[in-house]
């Protein structure tokens, strides 16, 4: 199993960026793919990014499709999610997670972070 530790949220405006940060511990990071999923207040955990675990392959939630970037160093074992463009209804605690079964849904991941608040004021 991994461990996992967000970091790097936190308020900004509309229109700018942050970059939040995963760092992962356990023998499985480099054979595990990453993703980033998000819960904002009174709604459902959704999908937001996805991983290889080799970094080869990415995939997006068609909300931030073209304005966030997920990576990963295995050298660091961290996995980033470069935010830009932000606007308010990206207003969420951001949850970075593991897994080694393909696809998008919460149950394709076995280990979860504990949360980073990110607030993006109008």
């Known amino acids: 199993q991994v461990q996992l530790v967000e970091s790097g949220g936190g308020l900004v405006q509309a229109g700018g960026s942050l970059r939040l940060s995963c760092a992962a511990s356990?023998?499985?990071?480099?054979?595990?793919?990453m993703g980033w999923f998000r819960q904002a207040p009174g709604k459902e955990r959704e999908f937001v990014a996805r991983?290889?675990?080799?970094?080869?392959?990415?995939f997006y939630a068609d909300s931030v499709k073209g304005r966030f970037t997920i990576s990963r160093d295995n050298a660091k074992n961290t996995v980033y999610l470069q935010m830009n463009s932000l606007k308010p209804e990206d207003t969420a605690v951001y949850y970075c997670?593991?897994?080694?079964?393909?696809?998008?849904?919460?149950?394709?991941?076995?280990?979860w972070g504990q949360g980073t608040q990110v607030t993006v004021s109008s």
């Open positions: 991983i290889s675990c080799n970094g080869y392959n990415t």
């Open positions: 356990g023998r499985t990071f480099t054979t595990s793919a």
């Open positions: 997670a593991a897994g080694e079964v393909p696809g998008t849904k919460l149950a394709n991941f076995g280990s």
